[in-house]
């Protein structure tokens, strides 16, 4: 567990393991009778989600820390050659333009004016979005 994690769990109560590198906790945001709150120790900062809804600025200010304090600093572990970290709003972005390929070519279809050029770029298009999916489970 990094420095990050262990001080958010450390002002939590009802924490409990709920596999390597996860936690659940009762939310210190609202009256939680049962555990809601997520803890997961992620490559680059602490990831918390309230299952209740709760705000995670709002989870965090119950237990006197921000935003930052869910970052340490840390950088994942890359592979050699692999393609650069992209954030959020890249990926999404990124995802959000592919999507719109397989959309066009599927209404290109649907209205029999599918040609080789939509083709060559689903071939493209497929192995990325696929990469995605496998990527996120």
């Known amino acids: 567990m990094n420095k990050s994690t262990q001080k958010l769990i450390d002002r939590l109560d009802g924490v409990r ?6 936690w659940m906790a009762t939310c210190p ?16 900062c602490v990831l918390v989600h309230c299952f209740a809804g709760c705000d995670i600025d709002n989870v965090l200010a119950a237990v006197n ?15 050699h050659g692999s393609a650069p970290y992209l954030t959020a709003k890249e990926l999404r972005t990124a995802i959000e333009d ?16 599918f040609n080789p050029t939509d ?3 689903l071939h493209e298009v497929v192995p990325r979005l696929l990469r995605v999916v496998e990527n996120t489970k």
């Open 98 to 113: 592919e999507t719109w390929i397989v959309i066009v070519a599927a209404q290109a279809m649907l209205d029999k004016k």
């Open 29 to 44: 945001a609202h009256k939680d009778g049962s555990p809601s709150l997520s803890i997961c120790d992620g490559d680059r």
């Open 17 to 22: 393991s709920t596999g390597k590198d996860r």
């Open 65 to 79: 820390l921000s935003m930052a304090d869910l970052f340490d600093g840390r950088q994942p572990e890359r592979k």
């Open 119 to 121: 083709l060559e770029r």
